[in-house]
């Protein structure tokens, strides 16, 4: 006698659509979790550069006895002849990594444009330098203190 079963081997269309949608949804998850991890550690990254770039300008100010009454880029230079030079800026793979800003004007108030990933050197009164980094979407990274690099 013929049997009239069906062999049900293999999966319908209906559990292939459910399962390929609960991968999708899975990975959208995923991808959106990277993007924010990703963003945050290119924020370290530039506070790093801030950090690093003020020890530098306080080891500097304090071995050659200077003051920031004086150009900040007279202070800048030797230290960029160092270290700096090598830093990147993890948001565009350049090299600019720093901006100078002499006076008048704070730099952490406004929003320049094309400068995430950028430290800003600023000198604010004589003797007090602040250092600081900016984010992707240009929001300042609000740094401890401001990383004031002061010679006292």
């Known amino acids: 006698m013929y049997s009239f079963r069906k062999s049900k081997k293999g999966f319908t269309l209906i559990e292939l659509m459910v399962v390929v949608a609960i991968i999708g949804v899975l990975v959208l998850l995923g991808l959106r979790a990277y993007s924010s991890q990703k963003e945050r550690a290119m924020n370290?990254?530039?506070?790093?550069?801030?950090?690093?770039?003020?020890?530098?300008?306080?080891?500097?100010?304090?071995?050659?006895?200077?003051?920031?009454d004086e150009n900040i880029s007279d202070c800048l230079g030797p230290v960029t002849q160092t270290m700096i030079e090598?830093?990147?800026?993890?948001?565009?793979?350049?090299?600019?990594?720093?901006?100078?800003?002499?006076?008048?004007?704070?730099?952490?108030?406004?929003?320049?444009?094309?400068?995430?990933?950028?430290?800003?050197?600023?000198?604010?009164?004589?003797?007090?330098?602040?250092?600081?980094?900016?984010g992707k979407r240009n929001e300042l990274l609000l740094l401890p203190n401001s990383l004031p690099a002061n010679k006292y």
């Open 44 to 68: 370290s990254i530039v506070k790093a550069n801030a950090s690093t770039i003020q020890t530098m300008l306080v080891g500097y100010m304090g071995d050659m006895d200077i003051l920031t």
């Open 86 to 134: 090598n830093m990147v800026n993890p948001y565009d793979n350049s090299h600019q990594v720093y901006r100078i800003s002499a006076g008048g004007t704070s730099v952490f108030e406004t929003t320049p444009t094309d400068s995430y990933g950028q430290v800003d050197v600023l000198r604010v009164a004589p003797n007090v330098l602040y250092v600081n980094g900016r």
